[in-house]
């Protein structure tokens, strides 16, 4: 197996942005070298040269860009919990009588619980996701697990996001998944909240990767007729361009059109997201699908959970605060989304689970088996799916939660049924048919 | 994936053309005219081709030296980069980042352990290297074969010894021969840690090496071996490990998988707990084996001559690269003088890397006064438009052809870029002399003639009289409008300009 695919761009796990190198290694060192000036610092500095205000409506047609077909899916949004999502203390088996034996001063209080069925309850800080849990429209996976295990964090992500072990593929399957669809608009594809693209969009397919949408600007267009100015003169350069320069210019254009137009138009959200790298991005997303230009697949990162040392209790700390504000992110999308909210599924991935048993410094170390969270109109949501392995010492793997079910069924259930998926076998090679019923057809 | 790939440039240049229907400020349609060819935009001039493929981007000194020495005689110093003086940018990396030339356990003494700061160090010196080196085709060799053996820089297992693969396999072998430095990557701990040999074990062989010397390094996939070949090479490199407390290259007999290997066509009874010398055999074996000659050629013609190369030239180089014990050079010196070369004027296109260079060449950009921050700085750069060098994650390097370069983020970031570095907003420390010094000390009488003389600085050609509107329309001149030291165009509207023409298909093509 070519099992080592590296990861070695910091950034992928750096998520805050501005933040420099917050890089958890895979042996517990966070080497955060303030090195330098920071990428904000940069963009920063960009950005205030070029401070833009709107856009044009008469510059490029943003209707002929994204004159595609309409995409009759949902919008998958990928939210990948970069670092090692501790899955177990957060949809928590409580009723597994080992859980609080293996996790003696970490593990979450039974009677702090948020109930979800016999087996299972919510970490009380994703309370603000409990109204989808009661709709059925959110809902969560346990014990998912990856057919190549390793349990350093660029290994697996490379190897989550290629999500084709044992061939020799070196795209990604969000690259793989687009490859089969027609080419769309510029804003088909987009990674919001980072300047480069995730792995699992490696390969031809364009995407779009931005920090913003508000960033998302040409310095020195910094009103209305610099940006006709611009426009007009960078389409006047690319005339008779070979189609591997014009191609792109001309995608940028249209995408820092569609930018513009989002830019001017304003955006006041639905609901209330926190003040956070996370809550931004994903109001970003919202804002992008509510524009319609033709958005199909959005990725989000949102890392720091490589909770090696004091993780914290039920009411405060590292995953508790984590957790806080993950649920309202979310909750918010959902409300914000309004109506959209049944056109799109969320989905949750971390590149494996926590160790079970607690380690002598109020953390988790990395383990296997992780919790996936799905939330969308199309979701069978009110429940735990998949089926649990159980604690005991013969069903671990590696000491840890096993992986019970396959992560790539989820996906391919997400995108058979919400996504006018087909040929899952170019975009999961040798992935079996068997699907779990975490999603419902599209009406 | 090549049907893949093909389909999508296709598609994606389909929706290009749609998308640049647009109507312009004068009410016709602007850019619709079909794809063209990257030749029309950059000059014919054969000094200049090679200069665009064979350096980081040509500067006028450069120009003048080729022009001066003749094509033949400057390759050929560029080829025996000893010949050529370089001391004031190995004294600029000495001085400003003295680690890169750390030893392993120098690295180990001298940092925090897992440290990233080394690693980054690497990062920025390289930079350094590829703008300001005159040794230019030596440092685009650096690079061509830290992607052809990549072993991620930043990763966490090569943090005390990037520094030590770069200079030990890749920089003293660049352009010596492959032979030698396949051998000295496979016993370097950087590449048995990155692709986890020094986890192979006879009892628990690990194949990630052991396939990707294969598949990667040597024969390429489609090379002649099956997955009983794929194996045996796992086994008959097991025992290549890391000294775990020293961090250096130790051979392990104990963990050495002993009994006959086949792989191809290698054989080896390897009897021996001392399996060292099968290791160094098969290496050889694998180096001087026609596929990884049609490999390597093939990998060079679409560095430097286009993305689809030319199969006769490739079989011509592959057939110097085994006549000649795996030697590089004479495969270069080959590939620059052919008829396929020379005909291949505006086949590439600049990746962000190259681009960046390019840019910072052209403007005559120069390292920080002091210290090293405008450097650091650079790493960023090169990390937001897409292209950090050394970085790519998987070990098959940073793919080198246009179609997988087709970015929106990456384009707009190469704009953006121009722009900061024109106007030198940032970084700041690095010097550039002032912006008006890219025109004629004696101003050019028209804003015509302006456009022309700033674009034979820039893209060492005028622009085709459509560019060159586009270009006098931005300005809101008329090309006969009178120029004075006055005008906007040479005042607060000159780094615009300059950035407008290096986002043009002129700065972009190679």
Redesign the interface.
Known sequence: ???????????RLSLPRGQV?T?P???E?C?C?D?????RA??G??GA??ALAGLTST???TQ??F??EPYPGDVLVVLSLRGGFDGLNTIVPTGDPRYAEVRPSIGIPQNTLLPLDAMFGLHPAMQPLMPWWEAGTFGAVQAVGMTNQTR???EAM?EMERAAPGS????GWLDRTL?LR??GS?FQAV?MGS???A?AF?????????WSIND?E???AWDLTER?????????????????????????????AGAAQMQDAGYVPGAQYPDSDLGRALRDVARVIKADVGLQVAAVDYGDWDMHVDMGTVDAGWLSDKLGELATSMAAFATDLGGRFADVTIVTLTEFGRSLVENGSGGVDHGHGQAVLLLGGGVQGGQVHGPWPTLEDDALSGGDLAGSTDYRQILAEILEKRCQGSQMSTVFPDLTADRLGVVRARG | MTTLTRRRLFGIAAAGAGGLAVTSATGSPAAAAAAGSGADFVPANLNLHLLRRATFGPTPTVLSAITTQGRRAWLERQLAPETIDDSTCDQLVKGRFPRVNWTIPQARDGLEPFSWDLMYDLTAATIARATWSKRQLFEVMVDFWSNHLNVTNPSDRVWDNRQDYDRQVIRTHALGRFEDMLIASATHPAMLLYLNNADSTKDNPNENYGRELLELHTVSVDGGYNEEDMRNSTLVMTGFGVNWNQGTFHYSGREHYRGPVTIMGFTDPNPDADGYGVGIRYLRYLANHRSTAQHIAYKLCQRFVSDAPDPVLVDQLASTYLSGGTAIAPMLRQLFLSVEFSASVGQKVRRPFEDLLATLRILSYGADRKGRHGMQSLVWIADSIGQQPLAWSPPDGYPDVAADWQSAGGTLGRWNTHLSLAAHWWPKELTQPEVRTLLPSRLPKTHGAMVDALAERLVFRTLAPIHKQAVLSFLGRASSDPLSSDSEAVRWRLPYVVALILDSPYHAVR
């Open positions: 197996m070519a099992l080592a695919l590296r990861r070695g761009a910091h950034s190198m890089m290694t895979s042996t060192q080497g070298p090195y330098g000036i920071s990428r940069f963009l500095r960009l040269v070029g510059g490029l047609s002929m860009a004159a595609a350093s964090h660029f490379e020799s593929l070196r795209s490859g027609e080419t510029a990674q300047s480069l693209p792995s490696r390969g031809p397919s364009p995407e779009l990767a931005m998302f040409l310095s020195g006709q100015r611009w426009t007009n003169a960078l389409i006047g350069l690319h005339d008779g361009a070979p189609a591997t320069v014009g191609a792109p210019a001309s995608t940028t254009l249209s995408a820092l």
